[in-house]
């Protein structure tokens, strides 16, 4: 949270929440709200209304969760789908090294499988990985519901569809309808990203753990 207000104090010197700059750094990476009561929250909703602070969002997204999932992914020699399931990972449980973070989720699953780099079987990885996802999801109560995985990343794990090729049916949204191809152009290589952040409960480190 501080890092993305201060690139957009830099984009935007004097906007609704330069000011309260001393305060995140002051209490940065604890639950502390101290200096951010009592406007902080609808401070935050009325510069999401701003595109420099939407854009600021959208880059300091992609600095500390898309970009590293990505490229991570890649690097494993996993398509669409890993790259995505390593997105949704990175961004739940945060890109630490503690026992719940995506690096230690990874090493869980290196730990049963190894990736297409390593001359493993894309599949057979993935689902050591969505595995060792969901046991992190079980330790933590405000992500013990594992439906995200069991009812979207591995139905399409078992149907191996592994580029997300359209139509994409999950059960993870029993009224949704599925979603057929072609999908609209994409900012990145699987899916196009959310534009802007709900003002937040309580200050937190952008890249710290826990989604």
Not at 43 to 52: F, G, I
Not at 182 to 202: D, H, L
């Amino acid at each position: 949270m501080l890092a993305l207000v201060e690139r957009y104090t830099d984009r935007s010197p004097g906007n609704v929440l330069a000011s309260y700059l001393p305060a995140l750094r002051a209490v940065d990476g604890t639950d502390s709200h101290d200096g951010l009561d009592p406007r902080f929250t609808e401070d935050w909703a009325e510069a999401a209304k701003d595109p420099v602070f939407q854009q600021a969002q959208n880059d300091e997204r992609d600095r500390v969760y898309f970009g590293p999932a990505v490229r991570q992914g890649k690097d494993d020699g996993l398509g669409t789908l890993g790259q995505f399931a390593y997105y949704d990972a990175i961004v739940m449980h945060g890109g630490g090294e503690d026992s719940t973070s995506f690096g230690s989720i990874r090493q869980r699953a290196l730990a049963e499988a190894a990736p297409p780099s390593r001359g493993g079987d894309e599949v057979a990885y993935l689902d050591a990985f969505l595995d060792a996802r969901v046991w992190a999801m079980r330790q933590e109560e405000a992500h013990s519901d594992t439906s995200r995985v069991d009812t979207a990343q591995r139905l399409f794990l078992r149907d191996g569809n592994l580029d997300l090729d359209p139509p994409l049916d999950s059960a993870h949204a029993p009224r949704a309808r599925p979603v057929r191809g072609p999908p609209a152009a994409p900012s990145g290589p699987w899916a196009a990203r959310s534009r802007s952040v709900p003002p937040p409960r309580r200050p937190r480190p952008a890249c710290g753990p826990g989604g």
